[in-house]
Every structure is written in C-alpha cells, then in structure tokens.
C-alpha cells in the first residue's frame, strides 16, 4: 500500500495550538527546535503529510477514529525517519499489515512539504 500527501507551506496553521493538536511531545521538540520560523513551518508541514500519507497506506478515512497522534514520527540514530503506530493506526497495522514495514520519506521547502508512505 502507498499514502501520499502534499501541502502548500502558506496554508499550515502556525498557531501553537495546531502543532499541540497534531504531534506528539517529541514532535513538537523537533518542530520548535528549528533555527528559524520559517523550517519550523515547513517542519510542521512536513509532519502533517507524514501523518496524512500513512492514513492513506493504512487505508484509514476520517472517519476511522484515528487521531493525528496515532502516527508519531520519530528518527533513528542516522536521521532516517520511521513512524511509531499508537491507538487506532496500530490496531489497523495490527490486524492488517502485521509483518509488514512501513517505509516513510519526507521533504519540504519554504513553498511545499510532501511526505510518501509505503507498506511492504
């Protein structure tokens, strides 16, 4: 399975409140440890589409009840990111996908993010 998502970086919500709606602790660490306003924007973009795509390769609509911080992104030691499944999304990778791993790859500019997951 494969999710993608895309976001122009001038339609994220900068507001706090958004970030602390959507991430988890360590997101929002990694989002507010940026040098400057605008990568903490794309970071937070970015994130969003992470969470998006794996919805999508998850096969899990809006109305599946699973949350923005059911997908948590994280980093290994290289910097190569990974997702960590909570609540709703891991039951569904749980029943579904067990077995199978969940590739992600992030990008972003002060223009766009875009994120890809795939499950294989």
Avoid: W
Avoid at 53 to 67: H, N, P, Q
């Amino acid at each position: 399975m494969v999710g993608i998502d895309i976001i122009e970086i001038e339609r994220v919500d900068k507001s706090d409140a958004f970030l602390e709606r959507i991430a988890n602790p360590s997101e929002i660490e990694y989002a507010k440890k940026s040098f400057c306003e605008s990568l903490r924007h794309q970071r937070t973009g970015a994130l969003f589409c992470v969470k998006e795509a794996v919805m999508k390769a998850l096969e899990l609509g809006k109305d599946s009840g699973v949350r923005f911080k059911d997908i948590e992104l994280a980093h290994e030691k290289s910097g190569k990111p990974i997702v960590i499944l909570h609540g709703v999304a891991k039951e569904k990778y749980d029943s579904v996908f067990a077995g199978k791993k969940i590739e992600i790859s992030l990008s972003h500019t002060p223009t766009f993010a875009t994120a890809i997951a795939v499950i294989q």
